[in-house]
């Protein structure tokens, strides 16, 4: 038998695959188009017909955050057409916690946007299944530092960790004490030219982050997590030109601690 990847990736005709919405957008009278991400196809974009009409065959399944297993129509353009939907999670209970909702949409807008290809990254639709799956068991999880932890993942996966065992631009290990994200990852006193500091909490939560499962993700104050997401964005702006969303609403962020 091939391996699966094969299975799942002939380029036209029918395609069966698990996929998560990451968001949806209203099309034309009765239609949505969908950006989903998918383990062996990367993100993928479809349209699902009739969908907003009362009695559509697809119900209420085609929202943003289930978990389904889909039959896509492969034709040649780039949009694939939905022709069959069965939820494997709906994640009911997440959507009726504001504050899991909110950390949902800021996990799907982050895998959009750093895996926007058709590039597979299995690892990156099952950490983002786990992510879902912990805010529906478990609301209280919708925290910012796991906002965070999730995104250190996501930059590990992507290939952009930032170095944090040595000093990114002349190798030392002691006095580490800021970040660049020009630079790559923490500086030490000689280097820290072009960097912000760095406290040793956030550098901790970052280190923690990338080493345990997201059920365990670190805590920290918020003046370090505000430290770690600077660290995060700047890393994503030099090295891949990417803007994510703020790791939380703004009226939520406390004014000090920025
Ligand atoms: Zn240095």
Known sequence: MPPLTLLHSSPLGPLETEAIVLRTMRYGEADRIMHLYTPHRGRVSAIAKGVRRARSRFGGRLEPYFRLQLDLHEGRGELLTVTGAHTLNGHARLRSDARALDCAA????AVGRLFETSEPHPGVFNL???KLLLLNEEPACATQAATLAFRLKLLLAAGLTPQLAACANCGAREHL?????AGGGVVCNACEANSFPLSEEAYEFMVQSLGRPLLEGPDADLKALSQVERAISET????????LMPSVARSRSTAGAL
């Open 177 to 181: 004490a800021g970040f660049s994200g």
């Open 128 to 130: 983002l299944s786990r």
């Open 236 to 243: 994503l702006e030099h090295h891949a030109h990417i803007r």
């Open 106 to 109: 800021r996990a799907c807008d």
